[in-house]
């Protein structure tokens, strides 16, 4: 498709096709001005088209969310460092951790079980409970 209309091969130029005999430039240049002030209306609808389907991807990936919600008397496992990882098979998680603090908006204070807490926070979407 070329601006609205079928592509001709140079042999339908060539030999004088019902295509190229019955082509009047006058029509041609009537609808493509059509079509130059429809423009503002088809960018308009394209953009509500994308602006719907931006809020329907959005409420299908909420609607997959999990919060959770850890709690000071929790255990669990933190994702491991990449400098942590010494190959592909390595452990994906570290731990397991207790819960010092809970910080609010998704942060928390960690500890070892054995030592104190550690220096930084952690997101919630880097933890995972600890079952033993």
Not at 11 to 39: A, G
Not at 59 to 74: A, Y
């Amino acid at each position: 498709m070329v601006y609205g209309l079928d592509a001709m091969i140079p042999v339908e130029i060539q030999k004088s096709s019902t295509r190229f005999q019955n082509f009047v430039i006058e029509e041609s240049n009537e609808r493509r001005w059509v079509n130059l002030d429809l423009l503002d209306k088809v960018r308009e609808q394209a953009r509500a088209k994308a602006e719907a389907l931006k809020r329907r991807v959005e409420l299908k990936q909420k609607s997959k969310l999990r919060p959770r919600q850890f709690q000071v008397i929790d255990i669990v496992m933190r994702k491991a460092h990449p400098y942590q990882l010494e190959n592909k098979l390595s452990p994906k998680r570290t731990g397991p951790f207790h819960m010092v603090e809970v910080l609010g908006n998704g942060a928390y204070r960690l500890g070892t079980l054995e030592d104190g807490p550690i220096p930084r926070t952690w997101n919630e979407a880097n933890l995972k409970f600890y079952f033993s």
